[in-house]
């Protein structure tokens, strides 16, 4: 672990140090070596702002979801601050978020996914039972596909209890963990509102579809009937997909599929979702 903390800083291929600190971080904690593991983490996060722009997209849509769904199993014992599971994910947006364009189409379309990704996130982790991730012979969860990284973990052996076996059964932090979910819809709007403004029609639709799937997908399933703002998303992205996809007719198949999952799960949108 001490050879990689000293070393990795000194590679000067900015995605190589990314994933190698990713790889020891999650070593450290198979190992169970927490304050290098928390150390590595840390540092993998500071880094991302030294990427070179001609990698911060390949580092947005590919290495940071990858990194976001790792953060489900890191655990957090309390006695850190910033390391539990919403201050890890919100350094990780923030950070995301500087490296990107805030008047770029695209630059803001990857942000928005980003934010979906996350949104998928914490529904996972504020479910109301433990999910089966652990750090150890499950290490990789459904969320991640690091093939070779997958191999070499499944070696280890099992012993370090994750986030959603730790803390599920906390309620002050699931209302946290919902007040950050609906406070990511609002970014995630304000982002569509920007390219419906812009006349930009089919980034919009793009976010609102992985809006929809997303809470179709992993909303719990009182949360919309509950949760006004959530059905306020669920509407809005439901109209922006039927009244802004030039594809709509071609697609209607899919988004009845959708629909019909968002139906099941809350019967009171049958006023707004019309199939």
């Keep these: 672990m001490a050879y990689a903390y000293i070393t990795v800083p000194s590679i000067l291929n900015s995605m190589t140090k990314l994933m190698l600190y990713l790889l020891t971080t999650q070593i450290a904690y198979l190992c169970h070596c927490y304050g290098q593991a928390e150390a590595s983490l840390d540092a993998l996060i500071a880094s991302l702002d030294e990427l070179k722009p001609e990698v911060v997209a390949m580092a947005i849509?590919?290495?940071?979801?990858?990194?976001?769904?790792?953060?489900?199993?890191?655990?957090?014992?309390?006695?850190?601050?910033?390391?539990?599971?919403?201050?890890?994910?919100?350094?990780?947006?923030?950070?995301?978020?500087?490296?990107?364009?805030?008047?770029?189409?695209?630059?803001?379309?990857?942000?928005?996914?980003?934010?979906?990704?996350?949104?998928?996130?914490?529904?996972?982790?504020?479910?109301?039972?433990?999910?089966?991730?652990?750090?150890?012979?499950?290490?990789?969860?459904?969320?991640?596909?690091?093939?070779?990284?997958?191999?070499?973990?499944?070696?280890f052996p099992a012993g370090v209890a994750s986030n959603d076996v730790l803390w599920y059964d906390d309620k002050s932090l699931k209302m946290k963990q919902e007040v950050f979910i609906f406070d990511l819809l609002e970014?995630?709007?304000?982002?569509?509102?920007?390219?419906?403004?812009?006349?930009?029609?089919?980034?919009?639709?793009?976010?609102?579809?992985?809006?929809?799937?997303?809470?179709?997908?992993?909303?719990?399933?009182t949360s919309i009937d509950e949760q006004p703002r959530l059905r306020e998303a669920v509407t809005k992205s439901w109209i922006v997909v039927v009244q802004k996809d030039k594809d709509y007719p071609r697609k209607q198949k899919l988004f009845k599929h959708v629909g019909q999952k968002l139906l099941k799960r809350n019967p009171s949108l049958t006023n707004v979702i019309q199939l």
């Design 187 to 221: 970014l995630v709007s304000n982002r569509m509102d920007f390219f419906l403004d812009q006349g930009q029609k089919q980034p919009a639709v793009t976010l609102a579809s992985a809006i929809l799937n997303c809470l179709a997908s992993h909303c719990d399933s």
């Design 61 to 155: 849509q590919d290495f940071v979801p990858q990194l976001l769904s790792y953060l489900l199993v890191v655990p957090d014992h309390g006695e850190v601050k910033n390391m539990d599971l919403i201050s890890l994910t919100k350094r990780t947006l923030g950070a995301a978020s500087g490296l990107l364009n805030a008047t770029s189409t695209s630059d803001q379309l990857m942000l928005g996914l980003l934010y979906i990704k996350a949104i998928q996130l914490m529904s996972i982790a504020s479910a109301n039972k433990p999910n089966p991730y652990s750090i150890g012979k499950t290490v990789v969860n459904r969320l991640c596909d690091y093939k070779a990284l997958s191999m070499l973990l499944l070696s």
